[in-house]
């Protein structure tokens, strides 16, 4: 069976009810956004107030420190698709729990064989073992790994870390060096393309 499109994966998870906590706290679930075409896809932990409210990932403080660290590559939200290892807003904000990171499952591997990224950026712990099967963001961030799909994954550290770190510059530097990392997956990945297209 052929996967569905992401507007269908988008409708049929727009009223889901897997989670009954989460159905409790959310106000709407938050799908993702951006370009259903990317080469780039980024995976956040869940959504937070604000993300729960407007609809859209990252779009609170975290989402501006993100947008900096797109910008130093070059890239924009429009560039993009990003969404969150769950869809739904945990009260408050507390982490998300195995089932229901298990219950989200299935979505996020669909929208990976939909998008068929050449890269996935994992955002903090929670995203990261859920597409790895690792912990510990620190020891594995800026690393790239192999996925299933054929996608590169690059995990990297959390801009809410940077946001409690009081804006450490050293820890800014290392996160942009991680993005530096996607860039040059998306190049390499290109210049194959054009090869084999040659």
Known sequence: ?????????????????????????????????????A?????????????????????GMSGKILDQLLATINLAREDIFITNTILCRPEDNRNPTAEEVNNCHERLDQLIKIMQPK???????????????????????????????????????????YLYSGRNPGLFEQMRQDFLKISEIISIKKKQKSLAEF
């Open 119 to 161: 890269v996935i950026v994992t955002i903090g712990n929670f995203a990261t073992e859920r597409i790895l099967g690792k912990k510990g963001i620190s020891s594995l961030r800026g690393k790239v790994f192999d996925y299933t799909s054929g996608s590169k994954v690059i995990p990297v550290i959390h801009p809410a870390s």
């Open 39 to 59: 080469d780039v896809l980024l995976i956040g932990e869940a959504p937070g107030k604000f993300e729960d409210q407007k609809g859209i990932p990252f779009c």
């Open 1 to 37: 069976m052929a996967a569905p499109s992401i507007p269908a994966l988008k409708q049929e998870y727009l009223h889901c009810q897997r989670c009954p906590e989460l159905c409790q706290s959310r106000t709407q679930v938050v799908f993702g956004v951006g370009n259903e075409k």
